[in-house]
């Protein structure tokens, strides 16, 4: 063996060290920073919709069971993630129990509140509609039984990830072969092509319906009356569930891309013989891409909060009513002079 050959592998063992650094770093703080921000955001936005001004909307009934549904995301798949890989705890490529148990409990609580998202875009889509048979789809009892339902289909379908996980050369993964090949395309589809497709089509959908329930309006009407009716029949709730789930779907789209098109490159690689190097490589951008899913979930109160008015003075009581314990009616009162400060404000402009 050369010096030349010994240089290369030392600088490769020294990229690895920098790679691996790197990771563990992230994950550690970055993950962390993470966790707390969206168990706080979830939390604070179930007692949102909890409230009795967003009882039986489906829509808000579909926001509350992903953001429950998120608090298992962080406390378990995210917080597994940040222990493998930023305090290098390897009991995910030791124990095959808890190999396969971590594995299916982690496509669940990243399912999940995923698709409550995309029904409550459908839902949208149904509820902006002028056809009054589609609009009946949009209602607490179709937005419960389809809650329950999601629940029950994600855990029905990940038991294969409980059959064909396996521990091989030291590494928790799925069997290689036919299925390691189908499970790869599979879950590039599920976790990210098909859930922003859905997302971009149905969301597009009710762009469209709302365009067209202003295009009603007469030309005729005065501006300032123009003003008043410019959403027709839809409620000012309405509106702004439109938009919270808009900037929401934005979020999901930019924050979701990197992951499935990290999967169809493993995918296309499953069999390729990599250096040590390459395999570090591929192993922290793997881990990359799941930092910006959670991030996109740990936003969501955030988003919520940017996007709606309602949603905010609903934060607001809340805090005022519960932690600084003022009388109810006051707080009423003062909600009253905001709001009609702002229609006269509106009626100003």
């Not at 920073?33 to 939390?43: K, Q, Y």
């Not at 499970?183 to 859905?198: A, E, V």
């Amino acid at each position: 063996m050369n010096d030349t050959t010994i240089n290369i592998y030392d600088n490769q063992a020294y990229l690895i060290s920098i790679i691996d650094l790197l990771n563990k770093t992230i994950s550690q703080f970055g993950l962390g920073l993470i966790m707390i921000m969206g168990n706080i955001g979830s939390v604070l936005t179930c007692i949102v919709f909890y409230q009795p001004t967003f009882h039986k909307n489906p829509c808000a009934m579909y926001f509350l069971a992903s953001s429950f549904s998120q608090f298992f995301t962080f406390n378990f798949s995210l917080l597994t993630r940040m222990i493998h890989y930023g305090y290098n705890i390897q009991t995910l490529n030791t124990s095959l129990w808890y190999c396969k148990i971590r594995s299916y409990l982690f496509y669940l609580f990243i399912a999940i509140p995923r698709y409550n998202i995309i029904f409550a875009s459908i839902d949208r889509y149904f509820a902006s509609s002028r056809d009054a048979l589609r609009r009946q789809w949009s209602s607490s009892k179709i937005a419960f039984r389809l809650i329950i339902g999601n629940i029950f289909f994600w855990c029905i379908l990940y038991i294969q990830v409980i059959i064909f996980y396996d521990i091989n050369t030291g590494t928790c993964y799925y069997q290689s072969g036919a299925y390691g090949m189908f499970f790869s395309i599979y879950i590039s589809i599920d976790s990210g092509i098909l859930p922003t497709c859905l997302m971009l089509v149905f969301g597009l959908l009710t762009l469209n319906n709302v365009h067209q329930t202003r295009r009603r309006i007469n030309p005729d009407l005065q501006p300032d009356r123009t003003r008043s009716i410019r959403f027709g029949k839809m409620s000012k709730k309405d509106v702004q569930f439109h938009r919270m789930l808009a900037n929401q779907i934005c979020l999901f789209v930019i924050l979701n891309l990197p992951n499935p098109c990290y999967l169809i490159y493993r995918s296309s690689t499953i069999y390729a013989v990599k250096s040590p190097l390459r395999r570090t490589v591929e192993s922290f951008v793997g881990n990359m891409t799941y930092v910006p899913i959670y991030l996109g979930f740990s936003l969501t109160f955030a988003n919520f909060a940017i996007s709606s008015q309602i949603f905010r003075q609903e934060f607001i009581q809340f805090i005022q009513t519960k932690i600084l314990c003022r009388p109810v009616a006051s707080v009423t009162r003062g909600r009253i002079i905001a709001v009609r400060a702002l229609r006269s404000k509106g009626e100003n402009e």
